[in-house]
């Protein structure tokens, strides 16, 4: 796939793979800091009812797992933010040249 690439092309794509893995934690936070809030209104409301809160929670988990496999692949692992992670990111494509 990465056959013949340029250092300029291998930090290009580097440089998209770690902001994509950058997005995918800032969705998780956010996924998780939500959905916290949810359940925290759902235990302190009056009689508290039906556990409504599993219907967001469900249905955009099934986004955040999506978007992990985007950012990540099946077979990558999280990685640092900024530099250190373009250049980690770099020599992996470097090794899938190989």
Not at 28 to 47: D, E, I, P, S
């Amino acid at each position: 796939m990465t056959n013949g690439m340029s250092e300029e092309q291998i930090y290009a794509l580097a440089r998209k793979r770690a902001a994509a893995k950058r997005g995918f934690r800032i969705h998780l936070a956010v996924y998780l800091v939500v959905n916290a809030a949810l359940v925290l209104v759902w235990a302190f409301a009056a009689g508290r009812g039906f556990p409504w809160f599993i219907f967001p929670l469900g249905g955009w988990g099934i986004g955040v797992v999506s978007h992990f496999f985007g950012a990540h692949g099946p077979e990558r692992a999280a990685g640092e933010t900024g530099g250190a992670a373009v250049e980690r990111e770099a020599e992996r494509i470097r090794r899938e040249q190989s």
